[in-house]
């Protein structure tokens, strides 16, 4: 408010021009979180500026401006994180004795939160989950289901089944370097993280069950022994070596998918329980 612009009239209120901003006192308003700041143009090339000027001497004045803000994350939950930025609002030359901002309303707008009265602003932000299902956690799975079908194979055909566990692993390693190539380098874990090296665990595992199934099934064939008994000669065959191929397998068929099940329903209860939380503006404002 500013009693030299009082005025007496028939009117409450002055709409001015653009070009009145020269000859009106405006604060040295800036944003220390903001990396660009870009006006927004009006068809006539000339900035969105709004001026009005009330009897009383209150100016009000509102530009249509663009701000590209910095706002630190923490990603340890992605992608089932919420995260709370800030916008903060200073004055760049004057301390709080010569200036002091207020909100024009005592309650946040919707979908905001009110952090500090005057100089900060809050906005709770929430990120959705279908694009990370559909394209990293539901083909992750199929793979790592589909690393089982040999456990069912004759596990005599070895090149079958060890093609398709190579074929398994070097999917997911596809997908763990897709994904990672267009996720932020951070040096810690994110929960997406966890669950891709779990499924390359489970997917690699497979691999190494055939593998030892195959070397088993050779180490224990059976071969021809020739017995002589009363002068006649009589073929006979026998295992070398214990054979337990057949175990492994049968084994296998149902402690793999019992250890994924109860791997996502840990993983899945845990960090869902995790997303469902509100986001608490004081811890976010104490960090900084």
């Known amino acids: 408010m500013d009693s030299r612009l009082a005025f007496n009239g028939t009117v ?15 604060p040295d308003t800036f944003i220390p979180n903001s990396r660009q700041m870009t006006p927004q143009m009006s068809i006539s090339s000339e900035p969105n500026i709004f001026v009005k000027v ?3 001497g209150t100016v009000f ?46 309650e946040g707008y919707d979908g905001f939160i009110l952090v500090r009265s005057d100089i900060m602003y809050a906005f709770a932000l929430k990120r959705s989950l279908v694009y990370y299902l559909n394209q990293v ?14 456990f069912w194979m004759d596990r005599k055909d070895n090149h079958a089944r ?32 966890i669950y891709l090296g779990f499924c390359y665990a489970m997917v ?13 099934e050779i180490s224990s064939s059976d ?5 002589v008994s009363g002068g006649k000669m009589r073929a006979n065959t026998r295992s070398v070596g214990p054979n337990r191929t057949n175990t492994i397998d049968r084994h296998s068929r149902w402690i793999f998918p019992l250890v994924n099940i109860i ?13 469902t939380q509100p986001v608490d503006p004081n811890k976010r404002i104490n960090a900084l």
């Open 137 to 150: 956690y539901i083909p992750a799975f199929l793979i790592v289901v589909i690393s089982w079908i040999p």
């Open 61 to 106: 004045l509102s530009i249509y401006a663009s701000i590209l803000a910095l706002c630190p994350m923490d990603l340890t939950n992605f992608p089932m994180d919420s995260q709370l930025c800030l916008l903060e609002i200073e004055s760049y030359g004057q301390n709080n004795a010569d200036i002091e901002y207020r909100w024009s309303t005592k």
């Open 223 to 227: 071969v021809a022994v020739v017995v």
């Open 12 to 26: 409450d209120e002055i709409i001015l021009g653009p070009d009145y901003m020269k000859r009106v006192w405006i």
């Open 204 to 216: 690699f595992a497979a691999l190494l069950e055939y593998a030892v199934v195959g070397y088993r």
């Open 54 to 56: 009330y009897n009383n």
């Open 162 to 193: 060890v093609a398709l566990g190579v074929t398994t692993v070097l999917t997911i390693t596809t997908l763990v370097t897709n994904t990672s190539a267009t996720l932020p380098k951070i040096s810690y874990m994110k929960s997406i993280d």
């Open 263 to 275: 791997f996502n329903l840990i993983y899945w209860f845990t960090y869902l329980s995790i997303s």
